[in-house]
């Protein structure tokens, strides 16, 4: 791998996780601007003026999330995609790594913009909404903005690692696992 590569590589692994980083300040500054507003609580009901300033901030860790997501999937490529269990088992630790990661990073997006989004809704309005307590989305959104980061990069490295993998570890790969197979 050229050195070129390699400080493009890096850049972009920086790049993803300073912008998810960021999505998860956000998001937690979000839940601190949502605590501000006025609130009537009784049992596990609440009454909140909605807050703007939350609504922007969550708003902004939910794009920034997903521009994250787009960066490493776009730029990690998918030129490994294993399409069969059989595929799985004879592809390298690169790829199967990629592939475990990239499962998690879209399962822990897919929770984590969930829960902003119902955070977001919930101070989308311009007047005070009662119902049930509806605490710490933007917090826990943030949070997982984080674990998101983690994924991203282990994603984006093991998938850029697989697409430079020498054949003899792959071919390698393949007979071990018909050795096992076999036992």
Known sequence: MTIKRQTCNIFVCLMVVVIDITAGILGIEAEVAQSKV?????????????????????????????????ISNLLGGCGFCIRSKEELHKSSSNKQLAFASLIIQWIVLAISFSILIMGVLGNSRSRKTCGISREHYFSVGGILCFIHALFSLSYYIAATAAAVAPPQEVEKNIKLTQQVGHA
């Open 38 to 70: 006025s609130l009537l609580k009784v049992w596990i009901f609440e009454c909140r003026y909605p807050s703007y300033e939350a609504f922007k901030l969550g708003l902004a860790a939910t794009a920034l999330l997903v521009l994250a997501h787009a």
